[in-house]
Structures are given as structure tokens and as C-alpha cells.
T-cell receptor, first 111, second 112 residues
Framework: GAGVSQSPSNKVTEKGKDVELRCDPISGHTALYWYRQSLGQGLEFLIYFQGNSAPDKSGLPSDRFSAERTGGSVSTLTIQRTQQEDSAVYLC?????????FGPGTRLTVL | KQEVTQIPAALSVPEGENLVLNCSFTDSAIYNLQWFRQDPGKGLTSLLLIQSSQREQTSGRLNASLDKSSGRSTLYIAASQPGDSATYLCAGTTDSWGKLQFGAGTQVVVTP
């Protein structure tokens, strides 16, 4: 079956611009996670959604980052007023029971 | 906060040798432990999940064990092949739905 998909695969933007990254989880998976992978920080958790519960936003690095999940399916991660330190690969994962499955990621480059 | 450490950071072996990758964590209250593989420029591929009540999992040439009391997990890859060259990451959660806390990974090169 289809795995987790993310778009775009690559995004180049200028400092100060807003960007939106999209994640389509595996159909039927109730949990959705965003992570960030950067050279200096490794893989770090950003935010997670579980069903209709309030999201766990404890990993978001600043208030420039936000995410929403519509209809319990597709999720969008928004970064406002991008900074060069936001350059990283943003990975989305989904889960039904314990095991997390990852998408291919979006590589964000902020010039 | 859970800290996850992977040793060694890099490993190079000739084809056919067995691989042993280590992962240690600071909080013994780990719930699930998941091993992943990452190829350059790609996302993460789940290899094995060890759930809270389990001590090991096996899939083909791969075997992973989990010892919560010592805070360690080990991934064994038998009879390595060049196609096993990748970065291997371990990650743990502290509850069934929790966020994964990742180690920095072990970069493996298997030479023909």
C-alpha cells in the first residue's frame, strides 16, 4: 500500500519568507509526527497529533513554527519568517499502533 | 530527558562479516525501541520494533535485543552484504504514542 508522502521534496526560499510543508500519512493511521534532521542537531521531534487530542507541541523550536492536521489526515507544517538555521530535512511519520513509518522528507534550504 | 547514544559512530567491515550495532539510553522507563535504516538523501526505513513487553525481535538476517535494566539495545546483522551499507538509527519512546528520541546513528560501510 501507499506509504507516507511529503511535498515538496525540495524547497529553496529566501530568508524572511513563509513556507508550508505537507504530509500525507498512511491511510487509517491516527498518529502523525513531524521531526527535523539537521547536521548539527541530528533528528529531533517537533510536534505530534493523535486523533482528536490536543497536539503535543513541545518540540517546536520557536513560535514561528506551527502545524495543523485537517480531518485527521493531511498535515501542514508552516514556518513563518524563515531563518537560515531553519535549513534542514523535515520528516513526517505516521503510526497506528506503536511503530512509526516515515516519509521521504522535505529538504528546506533558506538562503 | 531521554538521551540515546549509539556506538560506534562509524563502522567498516568486509562482506560476510556479522555486524553489531549498539544503542544505549539513559532512562530505563523506555517503552518501545525502534531501529531504522537511512540511505543517503532518503527517509527512514523501519527495520525492527521492540515493544514494551518484548526483549527481542528478528527479521531475516536482522536481530535486535532490548535490555531495559542495563539501558541497552543491540542490532545484529548476520552475513553482511554491500547493500547493507547505510546509516542505522535507534530511537526510543517513553509511552505507546510518544515521540521518538533518536541516537546520532552508526554509519556502516560493507566492502565487497
Amino acid at each position: 500500500g501507499a506509504g507516507v508522502s511529503q511535498s515538496p521534496s525540495n524547497k529553496v526560499t529566501e530568508k524572511g519568507k513563509d513556507v508550508e510543508l505537507r504530509c500525507d500519512p498512511i491511510s487509517g493511521h491516527t498518529a502523525l509526527y513531524w521531526y527535523r534532521q539537521s547536521l548539527g542537531q541530528g533528528l529531533e521531534f517537533l510536534i505530534y497529533f493523535q486523533g482528536n487530542s490536543a497536539p503535543d507541541k513541545s518540540g517546536l523550536p520557536s513560535d514561528r513554527f506551527s502545524a495543523e492536521r485537517t480531518g485527521g489526515s493531511v498535515s501542514t507544517l508552516t514556518i513563518q519568517r524563515t531563518q537560515q538555521e531553519d535549513s534542514a530535512v523535515y520528516l513526517c511519520a505516521s503510526s497506528l499502533l506503536n511503530e512509526q513509518f516515515f516519509g521521504p522528507g522535505t529538504r528546506l534550504t533558506v538562503l | 530527558k531521554q538521551e540515546v547514544t549509539q556506538i560506534p559512530a562509524a563502522l567498516s567491515v568486509p562482506e560476510g562479516e556479522n555486524l553489531v550495532l549498539n544503542c544505549s539510553f539513559t532512562d530505563s522507563a523506555i517503552y518501545n525501541l525502534q531501529w531504522f535504516r537511512q540511505d543517503p538523501g532518503k527517509g527512514l526505513t523501519s527495520l525492527l520494533l521492540i515493544q514494551s513487553s518484548q526483549r527481542e525481535q528478528t527479521s531475516g538476517r536482522l536481530n535486535a535485543s532490548l535490555d531495559k535494566s542495563s539501558g541497552r539495545s543491540t542490532l545484529y546483522i548476520a552475513a553482511s552484504q554491500p547493500g547493507d551499507s547505510a546509516t542505522y538509527l535507534c530511537a526510543g519512546t517513553t509511552d505507546s504514542w510518544g515521540k521518538l528520541q533518536f541516537g546520532a546513528g552508526t554509519q556502516v560501510v560493507v566492502t565487497p
